[in-house]
């Protein structure tokens, strides 16, 4: 049947389609697609959405949503653009799945053949016209976006099963397996309840730009899971397909996707960092607001039935914070100005949902007795609840007032008193308290424990800034600002110091009463005070301003002395901070983490510094330019070995460290999906409990945009930080660190030889990557480098990993692993490296993490970017080359872990590889021959090849789950 436009406007009834499904079977075109849009209509919604699932097929109810879905997709694409288009979408994935299924290049027997249809693949992607190209690539792009929704979906549903009977699913890496194993293997319930009850995950949300999806696609993407999740609640009632809620569904799920298709993907302009932060903080007003609570009423739950304990009100085992509007490293669009209205905004909006809140709260708590402490109070009022709460929605409402006329004012100012707003969360705290002590005491515990509970929960996570706000900035713009300082007291220039009298100067000036500046001074003086110099001050000026818990840590990037953490101390100071902000050091080259250790030792030994930090400190560490700089082996194994010995140093200071994790979405800046065994697999002894990571771009969304998967996350982080501080945990032996400073050296020495000894890298990097174009496109506030003449060594990590993902090449996360394996597994000492694998967890995961990478890559789809997008021979035969590199790692990789195949026991990564690879590969072929046009062209400003190559981008970062 051919989908006409006749064919379209006769399409079969639900209950049709219902007869002709029973009788023939559906063909998911998720798995093993008889095409990439089925022929159907919209009708078939009905059977796929709420039909029985197969008995013991738990993936049945997942193809039937998948083939809809796509089914309508299909239908619209016709109904838009025509059969012709729809036929050459057909045959792409056709010639695609054929060379899939023909080996892909990598059988010998059918190499000819696959070669064949391959050619075939790239030959008819360059006959397209730009308008088709485009078309088809949303095509692709958004039937991949809808398996993503689909998968997101049925993961829930699939652990919905689990959690029959209990509040989080017995699994390994949840806390309703976590607690019970501990149990069982002889930890006391006492034991197991205080560390729980005092440790903490804080995630920190960045607005790093790897989030490539525009925001109303993303909240479109959250409209089709709803319709999923309702669409299981029929299915769970059994109700018949005809009915009209059936068929509601069946409509609403046809307008969405045509909504979608019809919606401009592509950001138009680049986003300010105010965007990205209101971006960010959605993601706490839409989800989190609720799914915090919800999950800690679970985890409550599980504590009761398990260990018999209630957890108590004021735990925190789960916070957010936010660099969106703080982080300025290397980015000028993030200005003092910029800081200080995301901080306002970020109050204002808390204030509004805390009044939403206590609005509800009010009709709930009509009851009339109450406690003494709440009559001397609210005196001999009638309802002495709603008295207090219509004091408190006053006042919060005064808040948000207060916050919102300082956004519109230039000069940041209210008409109203800041007594009279709540600045300081514990005043708001002690007067919920009140209440929940009220209730308590006069026999109301069930309303006590109802939704006050859950905003005395979303006060201790969220305070009244919704996040907390770190500062970055990187410790050269702080020694400028100490530079002018001393040239302008007559004092000399600071840089040109050595360490000690830097360090002996800034105690000096730490213990002295006397500010060394006037506040606003260095606007006078443009000749000491450089712009960069005055920008530094003003944000110290605004940090000074800021209530108390507006604010999280102060990091500093590119840090590599005592005297970088030491002089933001003493900048806080002169600025007049009352309560300065933690100092957190970010190391993150090779170099850096191995001088870690020295540069903390140095900062513990000197009093005044000592003395300033109350026994605790913060230390960031830097995945992503750590691997950037010497390959992703050397990188692991030096932030293992700097974290042991800091903690070690920590010890014998009587400081207590908590290690702040800089890591990325992708493998290559230190990212894991596996975020359970990954937290275990940290060096013992450095986590005790407290455990900060950043979450990033992509990640926020598809960890946190839907309700059921944020509070999953939540529990994965909890069960995870729990278990690690009570595992006994395998150490490494002295063979097996000898074992890992070769590696490390061997694997060094090898990225390196490429990456930077290598003078054909940077004219192939830049040739065969989209990496020119990535800067060009409206996906984050930030410049792609910090130094706009720099060359890669100046590139940030995310650019750099997202280039090479593109190409499905992942160079950054496997380059020099495979020379390291491969001579030690061909020498005496291989059974030892086997040993460590089997043995050794943190080794193990590290190498398992590889080689899930290694097989989601694709060397001849690297090799096609090469043959249509590299001209210098001398760079066409370093490609060659490093191809070579990947197949020879792929082949140490398989020989340690034992595997005939990569990541073969990973059964979902397998199923999900065999069903996207065929549309990512068409995405990669038509963004070569996208990159190609648009190179060639004289028009940079080309509306559909810019639009093209973003949508390529979007469609292989969906289909390959991230971009950088």
């Known amino acids: 049947m051919k989908h006409t436009s006749a064919a379209l406007a006769s399409r079969p009834t639900t209950f049709a389609v219902r007869a002709l499904s029973s009788a ?20 078939v919604l009905a059977e796929s959405l709420t039909a029985p699932s197969g008995a013991g097929d738990k993936d049945a109810p997942l193809r039937a949503d998948v083939r809809t879905m796509g089914s309508l997709l299909g239908h619209i694409i016709q109904e838009h653009h025509g059969e012709e288009i729809f036929e050459k979408i057909e045959g792409l994935r056709g010639l695609a799945k054929s060379w899939r299924e023909t080996g892909a290049g990598r059988v010998p027997e059918t190499a000819e053949e696959a070669d064949k249809y391959f050619q075939e693949l790239a030959d008819a992607c360059a006959k397209l016209s730009n308008d088709e190209m485009l078309i088809i690539s949303r095509a692709f792009s958004h039937f991949l976006a809808i398996a993503n929704a689909a998968e997101g979906h049925h993961r829930m549903r699939v652990l919905k099963k689990d959690t029959t009977f209990e509040a989080l699913p017995e699994r390994y890496d949840s806390c309703g397996g976590v607690l019970k194993s501990l149990m069982e293997e002889g930890h006391s319930a006492d034991k197991i309840f205080g560390a729980l009850s005092t440790q903490q995950v804080e995630l920190v949300l960045t607005a790093h730009p790897t989030e490539v999806n525009r925001r109303t696609i993303l909240e479109k993407q959250r409209r089709v899971q709803g319709i999923l999740t309702q669409a299981d609640g029929l299915r769970e ?11 509601e569904l069946d409509r609403a799920m046809e307008r969405e996707i045509a909504s979608i298709w019809q919606t401009d993907e592509v950001s138009r302009i680049k986003p300010t960092p105010q965007n990205e932060a209101e971006r960010g903080t959605l993601v706490v ?16 739950s599980m504590t009761e039935s398990t260990l018999g304990k209630s957890l108590p009100l004021d735990a925190t085992p789960i916070k957010f914070s936010s660099w969106m509007g703080g982080d300025r490293d290397g980015n000028p ?55 207090l709460l219509s004091k408190m929605l006053d006042k919060m409402n005064r808040t948000q007032m207060w916050a919102e006329e300082q956004l519109k004012s230039a000069h940041h100012t209210s008409q109203i008193d800041v007594e009279e707003v709540y600045t300081d969360r514990k005043e708001f705290m002690d007067e919920l308290m009140v209440i929940h002590r009220s209730l308590c005491e006069t026999g109301n515990e069930v309303e006590a424990d109802g939704f006050l509970t859950d905003i005395i929960r979303n006060v201790s996570a969220f305070g009244l ?27 000399g220039s600071f840089s040109q110091w050595d360490e000690d009298t830097r360090l002996a100067w800034l105690e000096q000036q730490l213990a002295s009463p006397r500010p060394l500046l006037r506040p606003g001074v260095w606007h006078e003086y443009p000749e000491i005070f450089s712009p960069t110099c005055v920008d530094t001050l003003e944000t110290f000026a605004v940090i000074a301003e800021q209530h108390e818990g507006s604010l999280g ?8 002395s005592a005297s970088d953490i030491y002089s933001v101390l003493v900048l806080q100071k002169d600025a007049g901070v009352k309560k300065p902000l933690r100092v957190a050091p970010l190391f993150e080259t090779l170099d850096d983490l191995n001088g870690a250790p020295d540069t903390m030792k140095k900062l513990f030994s000197l009093p005044g510094y000592k003395g300033a930090i109350n026994g605790k400190h913060e230390i960031m560490i830097g995945y992503s330019d750590s691997a950037k700089d010497a390959g992703r082996l050397a990188a692991s194994w030096a932030q293992y070995e700097t974290q042991e010995k800091l903690a070690k140093i920590g010890r014998e200071a009587g400081v207590d460290l908590t290690f702040f994790h800089g890591k990325g979405g992708t493998v290559g800046r230190g990212g ?3 975020t359970f065994l990954a937290i275990l697999a940290h060096a013992p002894d450095t986590i005790n409990g407290k455990f900060r990571v950043t979450e990033q771009g992509e990640m926020i969304n598809q960890n946190f945009g839907y309700h059921d998967r944020a509070q999953r996350t939540m529990d994965i982080y909890t069960a995870a930080v729990l278990a690690e501080k009570l595992t006994e945990h395998v150490r490494p032996s002295e063979e097996w660190r000898g074992m890992m400073k070769t590696l490390s050296d061997v694997s060094c020495e090898a990225y390196r030889r490429v990456v930077r000894g290598d003078e054909r890298f940077v004219p192939y990097f830049r040739s065969a990557t989209p990496e020119l174009e990535f800067a060009n496109l409206n996906i984050g506030s930030r410049p792609a480098k910090r130094n706009p003449k720099g060359g890669v060594e100046s590139l940030r990590a995310i650019p750099w990993n997202f280039s090479w993902t593109q190409t499905r090449l992942n160079l950054p996360t496997w380059l020099g692993v495979g020379e390291a394996f491969g001579s030690i597994l061909s020498s005496k000492d291989g059974d030892v490296l086997r040993e460590m694998y089997q043995k050794w967890p943190s080794f193990r995961t590290t190498v398992d993490m590889v080689e899930m990478v290694l097989a989601k890559s694709e060397p001849k789809i690297a090799s096609h970017y090469d043959a249509m997008l590299v001209s210098d021979d001398m760079a066409k035969e370093l490609g060659s080359e490093i191809r070579k590199l990947h197949l020879q790692t792929e082949d140490a990789v398989l020989d340690l872990s034992g595997h005939t195949k990569l990541s073969e026991h990973n059964h979902i990564l397998q199923r999900l590889l065999q069903v996207r690879n065929p549309y990512v590969d068409v995405l990669n072929c038509l963004q070569a021959e996208t990159l190609k046009r648009y190179r060639a062209s004289d028009d940079k400003e080309d509306k559909v090849l810019k639009d093209c190559l973003l949508t390529t981008i979007t469609g292989v970062a969906n289909g390959m789950g991230n971009t950088g």
């Open 24 to 43: 023939g079977g559906v063909h998911s075109s998720f798995a093993e697609p008889g095409s990439l849009f089925a022929e159907s209509g919209p009708g």
């Open 237 to 247: 009632k059994n109700l018949p397909s005809t009915g009209f809620a059936q068929r």
């Open 285 to 300: 007003e839409t989800v989190l607001w609720e799914a915090l609570p919800n999950f800690l009423r679970k985890l409550n």
């Open 333 to 387: 669009n993030v200005t003092p100005e910029v800081t200080r209205e995301v901080l306002m905004k970020q109050r204002a909006q808390a204030a509004s949902l805390f009044f939403r809140d206590l609005k509800r709260l009010y009709s709930e708590l009509s009851i009339l007795e109450c406690s003494g402490e709440l009559r001397a109070v609210v005196g001999d009022a009638k309802e002495p609840y709603r008295a």
């Open 465 to 491: 800034n919704m996040v907390t706000l770190d500062i970055r900035q990187e410790s050269t713009r702080h020694e400028e600002a100490i530079d002018a300082i001393t040239r302008f007291l007559g004092l």
């Open 553 to 560: 840590a102060y990091v500093i990037s590119q840090c590599t």
């Open 672 to 674: 894991n999906p596996q």
